[in-house]
Structure formats: structure tokens, C-alpha cells
């Protein structure tokens, strides 16, 4: 069992910045690739942003993965010392308003799609 609460969210003007941040707890936090979707009201919950079980290697593969949508703009971070993961949001925009949730799996390829843990999420509203 994996708990996984996130804060940071907020109300934040369009071209600001936020951090979110999700604290793990339960078992051990570098077992677990971590990422991060969003659901605005109305439209399907969405994959933001993955980061590897590794926060030290690094292959051609690469340790992150992000959605088109937000790449360049957001970046996802982790610090296993705190068991904790980060999603810096920069240049925001209106249409990045949504609740965003902290996700966990037991690997990079299938967190993007299939979570094994979710936090309860945390509101993201940007105004233009």
C-alpha cells in the first residue's frame, strides 16, 4: 500500500508558475516510477508527466516522459530523500487548468497509462 498526497496547487495567472508537490508514504518511494495527470471537468483524466524508479541513472532511453502538451514548459523531479515528487509548471495557460493527481506504478511504461496508486488530487486554475 502506497499513500500519496500532493500539494502546491492553487490559483495561478496565466504565464505564472507552481510547483506541485506529492509526498509518498507506505512502502519504499524508489520502487516506484511516479507521475502525474490532470483532469479538467468534463474531459478524461490525462498523462502529464513520468519519471523512472532511478533518480541516478540515466539511459538513451531517458528517465522522464512527458505529454506534448506540456513539454518544455513543465519539468518532473524527485527527491528520494523525502519521498517526494515535484512537477514544475512553468508558463501556464488557461487551458492547463484542471485537478492534478499524483500517480505511482511499479514502472515507467506502464505508469503512463495503467497507475497502481493515485493521491487525491489538487487544483490547478489558471486564469487568463
Known amino acids: 500500500q502506497v499513500q500519496l498526497v500532493e500539494s502546491g496547487g492553487g490559483l495561478v495567472q496565466a504565464g505564472g508558475s507552481l510547483r506541485l508537490s506529492c509526498a509518498a508514504s507506505?512502502?519504499?518511494?524508489?520502487?516506484?516510477?511516479m507521475g502525474w495527470f490532470r483532469q479538467a471537468p468534463g474531459k478524461e483524466r490525462e498523462f502529464v508527466a513520468a519519471i523512472s524508479r532511478s533518480g541516478e541513472m540515466r539511459w538513451s532511453g531517458g528517465s522522464t516522459r512527458y505529454a506534448d502538451s506540456v513539454k518544455g514548459r513543465f519539468t518532473i523531479s524527485r527527491d528520494n530523500a523525502k519521498n517526494t515528487v515535484y512537477l514544475q509548471m512553468n508558463s501556464l495557460k488557461p487551458e492547463d487548468t484542471a485537478v492534478y493527481y499524483c500517480a505511482a506504478g511499479s514502472d515507467i511504461r506502464v505508469v503512463v497509462t495503467t497507475p497502481d496508486y493515485w493521491g487525491q488530487g489538487t487544483q490547478v486554475t489558471v486564469s487568463p
Open positions: 507506505g512502502r519504499t518511494f524508489t520502487n516506484y516510477a
